[in-house]
């Protein structure tokens, strides 16, 4: 695959929170400064145990996975919005709004923890490069803030789990 020459900048990215129903419920996260940050990415995303005798490392050994954290705001331009639905909507799962019916994407038999998958896409095609770039989190626990100013915010905090082999995926 081609890279493009030119650096990824928040004009080029997109946020789309979905749940997992049938055909998923969506939202596109509009009014965000384009500050994603994503922490824990390593080889395997798993926490190494180093072991030492006197002193001396001696083996290391992957001991467990470890989750991913996230974070990004948006601006506030409401609270609830019943018909498509809002940021705070489809984290919290409220009122008469297609997100008051959502479905986590962990499956019930492990467990009834409200989660989201969370997809970021940067263009890259429009500069040369031959695919769009994105990070897709799949089983993500998702909290907010709302903080009044100009413009009022939102502050979105991410953690995503390993409850199957394709939790995280690249392209």
Same mark, same amino acid.
Request: aromatic letters at 10%; one cysteine or more; proline letters at 4%.
């Given at each position: 695959?081609?890279?493009?020459?030119?650096?990824?900048?928040?004009?080029?990215?997109?946020?789309? =929170?979905?749940?997992?129903?049938?055909?998923?419920?969506?939202? +596109?996260?509009?009014?965000?400064?384009?500050?994603? /940050?994503? $922490?824990?990415?390593? /080889?395997?995303? !798993?926490?190494?145990?180093?072991?030492?005798?006197?002193?001396?490392?001696?083996?290391?050994?992957?001991? %467990?996975?470890?989750?991913?954290?996230? $974070?990004?705001?948006?601006?506030?331009?409401?609270?609830?919005?019943?018909?498509?639905?809002?940021?705070?909507?489809?984290?919290?799962?409220?009122?008469?709004?297609?997100?008051?019916?959502?479905?986590? !994407?962990?499956?019930?038999?492990?467990?009834?923890?409200? !989660?989201?998958?969370?997809?970021?896409?940067?263009?890259? +095609?429009?500069?040369?490069? $031959?695919?769009? $770039?994105?990070?897709?989190?799949?089983?993500? %626990? =998702?909290?907010?803030?709302?903080?009044?100013?100009?413009?009022?915010?939102?502050?979105?905090?991410?953690?995503?789990?390993?409850?199957?082999?394709?939790?995280?995926?690249?392209?």
């Amino acid at each position: 695959m081609a890279l493009a020459t030119n650096p990824i900048i928040p004009i080029d990215g997109a946020i789309v =929170l979905s749940d997992n129903t049938g055909t998923p419920i969506t939202l +596109t996260i509009n009014y965000e400064d384009g500050d994603l /940050q994503v $922490s824990g990415l390593e /080889q395997a995303y !798993m926490e190494v145990q180093v072991f030492e005798a006197r002193g001396v490392p001696y083996a290391a050994r992957n001991i %467990r996975y470890k989750p991913i954290e996230f $974070s990004f705001t948006a601006h506030l331009v409401g609270t609830v919005d019943a018909s498509d639905g809002s940021v705070l909507a489809a984290l919290l799962k409220l009122g008469t709004t297609p997100w008051a019916s959502a479905t986590s !994407m962990l499956a019930t038999a492990k467990g009834d923890a409200y !989660m989201l998958k969370v997809a970021w896409t940067a263009e890259r +095609t429009n500069f040369g490069g $031959s695919a769009d $770039s994105s990070l897709t989190l799949k089983y993500c %626990r =998702l909290s907010v803030d709302l903080a009044e100013g100009v413009p009022g915010k939102l502050s979105v905090k991410g953690t995503c789990y390993r409850f199957a082999s394709d939790w995280i995926a690249w392209t």
